[in-house]
């Protein structure tokens, strides 16, 4: 849930999303979902003459599974308020695993 | 037994990606990548948000007329980095080269 | 979920689960070997369920040619193919 959060706050921010077929498509990310499928507008497919036939694609939808990377830029991102929220989220983790063998 | 344990220590694997946040990390990903940046975020599927990234990646192709192997070694920069936890292979905290 | 499997008291050598088999090998020098045939050599700090793992003074081996060293290492649980203990 950690991530679905953290992308909950970069929508409507300029994402790069860098599939695992090479594909790296750049564009305003419209939206998020729990298992991280984005939903990206306007966007432009980097590399373009190996890939022409996404020339007049405007919007997308990538799921989850096919993306390798998503850059973001460093102004989207508070760092302590993820590394805060990383050690939150593995305690509530071991607490639920503990309750849950005793 | 239900106790809290100290942050320190380590008793299961995740607790030692844990204790490498805010530090600099080495992952390695399938296909022959690799990443050195500073840990910001993960979770239990290891999926990961790095800062100062510098990726390497190494390909192996085959000169069809000599069979040689040509290995070359392709480096990009990104400054802040969302990497999805399957592709993961290791993780290893600090750098040392 | 931190557990494999369960057991009795072991001892036997004709009935040991693996759990109990990890037991015996955690603070050991083990051998992990992934699907993609490379082997990592270290000392078995801990797993979990996932069969993520964590090896201390880790050396990682392809087609037996040693290729890197990490002081320690995190190992996903999905890439494992299997676990066992160093020969002396």
């Known amino acids: 849930m950690l991530f679905f959060s953290v992308f909950k706050t970069l929508v409507g921010k300029e994402v790069v999303v860098e599939l695992k077929n090479d594909l790296t498509i750049r564009g305003r990310l419209h939206s998020v979902d729990q298992y991280l499928n984005v939903k990206i507008e306007d966007i432009t497919v980097l590399d373009a003459d190996t890939h022409p036939h996404l020339l007049s694609v405007k919007n997308c939808f990538i799921r989850g599974s096919v993306v390798r990377y998503i850059h973001l830029a460093p102004k989207d991102v508070d760092v302590e308020l993820l590394e805060d929220a990383t050690r939150r989220q593995l305690k509530e983790m071991k607490r639920a695993q503990m309750s849950a063998s005793s | 037994m239900a106790g809290v344990q ?15 946040l805010n530090e600099l990390v080495r992952v390695r990903l399938r296909g022959q990548r690799e990443l050195r940046g500073r840990l910001h975020a993960f979770d239990q599927h290891l999926n990961m948000i790095l800062g100062d990234v510098e990726e390497t990646t190494v390909s192996v192709e085959v000169d069809e007329e000599t069979f040689e192997e040509i290995i070359t070694t392709e480096r990009r920069k990104f400054p802040m980095l969302f990497v999805r936890g399957d592709t993961v292979v290791l993780i290893s905290p600090g750098i040392t080269t | 979920m931190s557990d494999v499997g369960g057991g009795g008291d072991g001892g036997s050598k004709t009935q040991r689960s693996p759990s109990e088999f990890l037991k015996g090998v955690l603070g050991r020098p083990v051998v992990v070997r992934l699907h993609n045939g490379t082997e990592f050599r270290g000392v078995l700090a801990c797993m979990d369920g996932y069969m993520n793992v964590a090896l201390e003074q880790t050396e990682e081996y392809v087609l037996g040619e040693l290729k890197n060293k990490y002081g320690d290492a995190f190992i996903r649980g999905n890439n494992v193919l299997y676990i066992c203990p160093q020969q002396a």
């Open chain 2, 6 to 20: 100290p942050s320190g220590g380590i008793e299961e694997p995740l607790d030692l990606v844990r204790l490498a």
